[in-house]
C-alpha cells in the first residue's frame, strides 16, 4: 500500500502547488487590495485543468493496481476508477465552455493622461465591466467605482475619467 500512496501523493502534488498559488495567492493580494490580473489569473487557470486531468488519469491507474492487488475491493476500485475517467473527459470540456463564455479579460487603457486597467467578461456584448489601479502585468491594484451610465471611472482623489 505504500507505493500506491506515494503515486497519489506525487499526482496530486503539481495540481496542488498550482491551485495554492491561484486561489493562495489571490487571497494574500486580497489583503493589500490587489489581486491577479486576467491573464495570469486564465493561464493558472489552464495549467490547473491540465495538471488535474494528468493527476486523474495517474489516480485511474493506481486505481487500477489497486482493484487487480485486492479482489475483495476491485468493485469500489473499479467504480473510483470509472467516475475519474469521466471526469478526465468532462473538466477539460467544462473549462474549455467557462473560458468562451464566462471568463474575465482584462486591457489596460490611458484616458486623459491615468492609466487604469480595465477588465470585462462580456465577450463581444454587453457585460460587467471592473477597472483597478495598474501595478504590474501580473496583478493589479485597487479597484475603482465605475458608473455605467456615465463610462466615467472615479479615482482615488475623486476625479472622474470618461472611458469613451
Known amino acids: 500500500?505504500?507505493?500506491?500512496?506515494?503515486?497519489?501523493?506525487?499526482?496530486?502534488?503539481?495540481?496542488?502547488?498550482?491551485?495554492?498559488?491561484?486561489?493562495?495567492?489571490g487571497a494574500l493580494l486580497a489583503l493589500?487590495?490587489?489581486?491577479?490580473?486576467?491573464?495570469?489569473?486564465?493561464?493558472?487557470?489552464?495549467i490547473l485543468v491540465i495538471l488535474l486531468v494528468v493527476a486523474m488519469h495517474r489516480c485511474t491507474k493506481v486505481l487500477e493496481r489497486l482493484a487487480g492487488a485486492r479482489p475483495s475491493r476491485a468493485a469500489v476500485c473499479s467504480f473510483g476508477a470509472l467516475v475519474l475517467a469521466l471526469a478526465m473527459f468532462i473538466l477539460p470540456c467544462a473549462a474549455f465552455m467557462y473560458?468562451?463564455?464566462?471568463?474575465?479579460?482584462?486591457?489596460?487603457?490611458?484616458?486623459?493622461?491615468y492609466t487604469i486597467v480595465k477588465e470585462g467578461n462580456g465577450h463581444g456584448t454587453m457585460g460587467e465591466v471592473r477597472c483597478f489601479l495598474p501595478?504590474?502585468?501580473?496583478?493589479?491594484?485597487t479597484e475603482l467605482e465605475y458608473d455605467w451610465r456615465t463610462s466615467t471611472v472615479t479615482l482615488p482623489d475623486g476625479r472622474a475619467v470618461s472611458m469613451y
Open 1 to 25: 500500500m505504500g507505493a500506491e500512496r506515494k503515486r497519489l501523493i506525487l499526482a496530486l502534488t503539481p495540481p496542488a502547488a498550482v491551485a495554492l498559488l491561484r486561489f493562495g495567492g
Open 32 to 46: 493589500f487590495d490587489m489581486g491577479w490580473r486576467c491573464g495570469p489569473r486564465n493561464t493558472m487557470d489552464v
Open 99 to 113: 473560458s468562451i463564455l464566462f471568463s474575465w479579460h482584462d486591457r489596460v487603457e490611458t484616458k486623459n493622461g
Open 135 to 141: 501595478v504590474n502585468s501580473l496583478v493589479h491594484g
